[in-house]
Protein backbone atom coordinates (compact mmCIF):
# COMPACT_ATOMS: atom_id res chain seq x y z
CA UNK A 1 0.00 0.00 0.00
CA UNK A 2 1.66 3.34 -0.63
CA UNK A 3 1.89 5.88 2.04
CA UNK A 4 0.57 9.25 3.02
CA UNK A 5 1.38 11.72 0.40
CA UNK A 6 1.74 15.46 1.16
CA UNK A 7 2.45 18.41 -1.33
CA UNK A 8 4.59 20.00 -1.71
CA UNK A 9 7.35 19.17 0.06
CA UNK A 10 8.83 22.39 -0.09
CA UNK A 11 7.40 25.77 -0.10
CA UNK A 12 8.62 29.50 0.26
CA UNK A 13 6.10 32.04 0.83
CA UNK A 14 6.20 35.34 1.49
CA UNK A 15 4.94 37.36 4.69
CA UNK A 16 1.05 37.93 3.89
CA UNK A 17 0.45 35.33 1.21
CA UNK A 18 -1.62 32.35 1.32
CA UNK A 19 -0.92 28.87 1.10
CA UNK A 20 -2.80 25.44 0.54
CA UNK A 21 -1.16 22.11 1.83
CA UNK A 22 -2.60 18.71 -0.17
CA UNK A 23 -2.76 15.53 1.76
CA UNK A 24 -3.46 12.10 0.47
CA UNK A 25 -4.07 9.38 3.42
CA UNK A 26 -3.84 5.63 3.31
CA UNK A 27 -6.05 4.19 1.10
CA UNK A 28 -9.00 3.26 3.60
CA UNK A 29 -7.92 5.23 6.02
CA UNK A 30 -10.61 8.03 7.29
CA UNK A 31 -9.53 10.21 9.52
CA UNK A 32 -6.24 13.06 8.60
CA UNK A 33 -5.07 14.84 11.09
CA UNK A 34 -2.29 18.02 10.88
CA UNK A 35 -0.08 19.00 12.80
CA UNK A 36 2.77 21.53 13.05
CA UNK A 37 6.77 21.20 13.93
CA UNK A 38 8.59 23.46 14.83
CA UNK A 39 12.20 23.15 16.86
CA UNK A 40 10.78 24.61 19.70
CA UNK A 41 7.58 23.53 20.09
CA UNK A 42 7.65 19.98 18.81
CA UNK A 43 4.84 18.39 17.65
CA UNK A 44 1.49 20.57 17.75
CA UNK A 45 -2.15 19.50 16.91
CA UNK A 46 -3.52 21.59 14.46
CA UNK A 47 -7.01 19.94 13.35
CA UNK A 48 -8.95 16.20 12.32
CA UNK A 49 -10.89 15.79 9.75
CA UNK A 50 -13.07 12.19 9.57
CA UNK A 51 -15.96 11.67 7.31
CA UNK A 52 -15.51 15.06 5.70
CA UNK A 53 -16.11 16.80 9.24
CA UNK A 54 -13.65 18.42 11.32
CA UNK A 55 -14.05 16.56 14.79
CA UNK A 56 -11.09 17.79 16.89
CA UNK A 57 -8.96 21.17 16.92
CA UNK A 58 -6.21 22.67 18.24
CA UNK A 59 -5.26 25.81 19.94
CA UNK A 60 -4.19 28.03 16.50
CA UNK A 61 -5.97 30.70 15.34
CA UNK A 62 -8.42 31.17 12.39
CA UNK A 63 -6.16 31.74 9.70
CA UNK A 64 -5.85 28.07 9.86
CA UNK A 65 -8.11 26.15 8.39
CA UNK A 66 -8.47 23.20 6.58
CA UNK A 67 -11.10 20.72 4.75
CA UNK A 68 -11.55 16.84 3.71
CA UNK A 69 -13.02 15.23 0.99
CA UNK A 70 -15.58 12.60 0.16
CA UNK A 71 -12.67 10.60 -0.91
CA UNK A 72 -11.18 11.09 2.29
CA UNK A 73 -7.79 13.58 0.77
CA UNK A 74 -7.51 16.73 2.72
CA UNK A 75 -6.19 20.31 2.41
CA UNK A 76 -5.04 22.82 4.61
CA UNK A 77 -4.73 26.65 4.18
CA UNK A 78 -2.95 29.58 6.32
CA UNK A 79 -3.93 33.06 5.22
CA UNK A 80 -2.06 35.73 5.70
CA UNK A 81 1.15 34.35 6.23
CA UNK A 82 3.36 35.24 9.14
CA UNK A 83 7.28 34.51 9.73
CA UNK A 84 6.67 32.12 12.91
CA UNK A 85 4.37 30.10 10.46
CA UNK A 86 7.55 28.70 8.80
CA UNK A 87 7.59 24.86 10.12
CA UNK A 88 7.24 21.49 9.13
CA UNK A 89 3.25 20.49 8.73
CA UNK A 90 2.65 16.79 9.03
CA UNK A 91 -0.12 15.01 7.67
CA UNK A 92 -1.35 11.51 9.32
CA UNK A 93 -3.93 9.28 8.81
CA UNK A 94 -5.35 6.56 10.29
CA UNK A 95 -8.24 4.05 9.49
CA UNK A 96 -10.41 4.72 12.49
CA UNK A 97 -10.19 7.89 15.08
CA UNK A 98 -8.56 5.91 17.43
CA UNK A 99 -6.12 3.91 15.46
CA UNK A 100 -2.13 4.50 15.08
CA UNK A 101 -1.63 7.47 12.84
CA UNK A 102 0.49 7.06 10.13
CA UNK A 103 2.75 10.10 8.85
CA UNK A 104 3.17 11.92 5.66
CA UNK A 105 6.72 13.43 4.82
CA UNK A 106 5.55 16.88 5.43
CA UNK A 107 5.38 19.85 3.37
CA UNK A 108 8.15 22.16 4.81
CA UNK A 109 6.94 26.02 4.94
CA UNK A 110 9.33 28.76 4.71
CA UNK A 111 7.70 32.41 4.99
CA UNK A 112 10.29 35.48 4.17
CA UNK B 1 0.89 21.49 33.60
CA UNK B 2 1.90 19.22 29.84
CA UNK B 3 -0.17 16.06 28.81
CA UNK B 4 2.43 14.43 27.98
CA UNK B 5 6.28 14.54 29.35
CA UNK B 6 9.39 13.35 27.70
CA UNK B 7 13.12 14.20 28.51
CA UNK B 8 14.42 16.07 25.62
CA UNK B 9 17.85 14.44 26.00
CA UNK B 10 20.12 14.36 24.07
CA UNK B 11 20.40 10.87 25.34
CA UNK B 12 24.26 9.10 23.69
CA UNK B 13 24.92 5.58 23.72
CA UNK B 14 27.66 2.83 22.36
CA UNK B 15 26.71 0.81 19.82
CA UNK B 16 24.97 -2.85 21.12
CA UNK B 17 23.74 -0.85 24.52
CA UNK B 18 20.14 -1.49 25.64
CA UNK B 19 17.97 1.73 25.12
CA UNK B 20 15.07 3.13 27.57
CA UNK B 21 12.94 5.71 26.42
CA UNK B 22 10.16 6.87 28.47
CA UNK B 23 6.98 9.45 28.76
CA UNK B 24 5.16 10.01 31.64
CA UNK B 25 1.49 11.39 31.42
CA UNK B 26 -1.09 13.15 33.52
CA UNK B 27 -4.26 11.81 32.07
CA UNK B 28 -5.68 8.46 33.28
CA UNK B 29 -7.93 8.67 30.61
CA UNK B 30 -5.66 7.72 28.21
CA UNK B 31 -5.97 4.06 26.58
CA UNK B 32 -4.14 3.94 23.05
CA UNK B 33 -0.38 4.33 23.21
CA UNK B 34 2.34 4.98 20.56
CA UNK B 35 6.17 4.95 20.02
CA UNK B 36 7.07 7.30 16.71
CA UNK B 37 10.94 6.79 15.41
CA UNK B 38 11.90 10.40 13.42
CA UNK B 39 15.02 10.97 11.51
CA UNK B 40 15.85 13.97 10.76
CA UNK B 41 13.90 16.55 8.07
CA UNK B 42 11.04 13.26 7.96
CA UNK B 43 7.80 12.51 9.21
CA UNK B 44 7.72 10.20 11.68
CA UNK B 45 7.40 6.81 11.16
CA UNK B 46 4.84 4.31 13.60
CA UNK B 47 7.18 1.63 15.89
CA UNK B 48 4.90 0.54 18.21
CA UNK B 49 0.99 0.74 18.61
CA UNK B 50 0.00 -0.39 22.15
CA UNK B 51 -3.72 -0.82 24.42
CA UNK B 52 -4.36 -0.67 27.91
CA UNK B 53 -1.10 -1.76 30.43
CA UNK B 54 1.16 -4.21 29.45
CA UNK B 55 3.96 -5.18 27.37
CA UNK B 56 4.54 -5.35 23.42
CA UNK B 57 7.33 -6.85 21.77
CA UNK B 58 8.53 -6.85 18.15
CA UNK B 59 11.96 -7.63 17.06
CA UNK B 60 14.84 -5.62 19.01
CA UNK B 61 11.72 -3.10 20.63
CA UNK B 62 9.92 -3.62 23.40
CA UNK B 63 7.33 -1.15 24.99
CA UNK B 64 6.12 -1.08 28.03
CA UNK B 65 2.75 0.60 29.47
CA UNK B 66 2.10 1.49 33.36
CA UNK B 67 -1.43 2.49 33.99
CA UNK B 68 -0.96 2.56 36.93
CA UNK B 69 1.82 5.19 37.49
CA UNK B 70 0.85 6.88 34.04
CA UNK B 71 4.24 5.76 32.72
CA UNK B 72 5.69 4.62 29.22
CA UNK B 73 8.78 2.80 28.03
CA UNK B 74 10.72 2.01 25.13
CA UNK B 75 13.53 -0.34 25.42
CA UNK B 76 15.50 -0.85 22.28
CA UNK B 77 18.25 -3.86 22.42
CA UNK B 78 21.31 -4.42 20.58
CA UNK B 79 21.06 -0.55 19.60
CA UNK B 80 22.41 0.49 16.17
CA UNK B 81 23.68 3.65 14.69
CA UNK B 82 20.62 3.25 12.39
CA UNK B 83 18.90 3.85 15.36
CA UNK B 84 20.38 7.44 15.74
CA UNK B 85 16.89 9.25 15.53
CA UNK B 86 14.42 11.79 18.12
CA UNK B 87 11.92 9.25 19.11
CA UNK B 88 8.10 10.21 20.08
CA UNK B 89 5.65 9.22 22.06
CA UNK B 90 2.03 9.50 21.46
CA UNK B 91 -1.52 8.63 23.94
CA UNK B 92 -5.07 8.85 22.68
CA UNK B 93 -8.68 7.97 24.21
CA UNK B 94 -12.16 8.28 23.32
CA UNK B 95 -12.67 9.53 26.69
CA UNK B 96 -10.30 12.76 25.10
CA UNK B 97 -11.90 13.28 21.93
CA UNK B 98 -9.61 10.79 19.90
CA UNK B 99 -7.19 13.64 20.11
CA UNK B 100 -3.62 12.75 19.94
CA UNK B 101 -0.99 13.86 22.61
CA UNK B 102 2.57 13.74 21.77
CA UNK B 103 5.57 14.17 24.01
CA UNK B 104 8.44 16.52 22.84
CA UNK B 105 11.17 13.54 21.52
CA UNK B 106 13.76 12.50 22.79
CA UNK B 107 16.83 12.52 20.64
CA UNK B 108 19.08 9.79 20.54
CA UNK B 109 22.32 8.79 19.16
CA UNK B 110 23.79 5.67 18.43
CA UNK B 111 28.13 5.81 18.54
CA UNK B 112 29.45 3.02 16.35
Known amino acids: ?112 | QKEVEQDPGPLSVPEGAIVSLNCTYSNSAFQYFMWYRQYSRKGPELLMYTYSSGNKEDGRFTAQVDKSSKYISLFIRDSQPSDSATYLCAMTSSNTGNQFYFGTGTSLTVIP
Open chain 1, 1 to 112: KAGVTQTPRYLIKTRGQQVTLSCSPISGHRSVSWYQQTPGQGLQFLFEYFSETQRNKGNFPGRFSGRQFSNSRSEMNVSTLELGDSALYLCASSVGRQGAQYFGPGTRLTVT
